[in-house]
């Protein structure tokens, strides 16, 4: 979901943020790249315990929320409904593939991203991360998984991004890849294009990042808020 997720992403591509330069951003590309060339087995992936799996993902979001958010667990198939919800939210573990295809974490076994999508994100934006997971555990490559999800935007097999969509990351427990780990806790916002200077995103003294993921054809904009999903203080966010 982010372009070097994140979305991501999860978001893979947040960790980025905090290279020197250029030169150090290209190097500790290289040296993920390197790291995780390929898919892991499919084992490396999952979550043993569902009932595990099933509370991390509700971590994604305060449990006003969460607890009536549906829940879907991860299997070898695919994601599938552990938890029907009855307030419209989606919550789901996502995995390192929620980065786009050039993200040198794609393959991360190690990535568990907690997020809670409202109504308008679950019933849009979530379709691409679920069929790229079909794609990878169907064993297809970062090529063809790009490809595909170009065609399915094309061809409209995949719904419009609805306007309102966001989602929550506000779990305590969430591995967002090797370098920012936990990061911080953030709100995702969802819009069409790349929005990034309609918001004033990334500006000196902005609260808001964003990235644009040219895959996806979506600009994710991240806010830090200042506690966790469980009311634990968070780290401040500095300008």
Request: aromatic residues 8%.
């Amino acid at each position: 979901m982010g372009r070097n997720d994140l979305k991501l992403i999860a978001l893979i591509f947040l960790a980025q943020l905090c290279l020197p330069g250029a030169a150090g951003q290209a190097r500790a590309r290289a040296e993920k790249a390197a790291a995780y060339p390929a898919m892991a087995q499919v084992d490396s992936y999952l979550i043993a315990n569902r009932d595990s799996e099933i509370a991390l993902a509700r971590s994604a979001a305060p449990a006003s929320m969460s607890d009536g958010a549906e829940v879907m667990v991860l299997g070898r198939s695919g994601f599938t409904t552990a938890v029907k919800g009855t307030n419209g939210f989606l919550c789901l573990v996502e995995r390192s593939w929620g980065a786009a295809s050039d993200d040198p974490e794609f393959w991360n076994p190690k990535v568990r991203s907690p997020i809670c999508f409202n109504s308008a994100a679950a019933s849009t934006f979530a379709t691409i991360f679920l069929m790229k997971t079909k794609l990878v555990l169907q064993g297809k490559s970062k090529t063809e998984i790009a490809a595909a999800t170009d065609a399915a935007l094309d061809k409209k097999e995949l719904p419009a991004l609805e306007p309102g969509a966001m989602c929550y990351m506000m779990s305590k427990q969430q591995y967002l890849n090797d370098r920012g780990k936990s990061w911080h806790q953030h709100l995702m916002f969802l819009v069409s294009g790349d929005a990034a200077k309609s918001w004033g995103a990334d500006q000196p003294g902005s609260p808001i990042l964003a990235a644009y993921d040219p895959e996806e054809r979506v600009t994710t904009f991240m806010v830090w808020v200042g506690n966790w999903s469980d009311r634990s203080p968070a780290p401040v966010m500095e300008h």
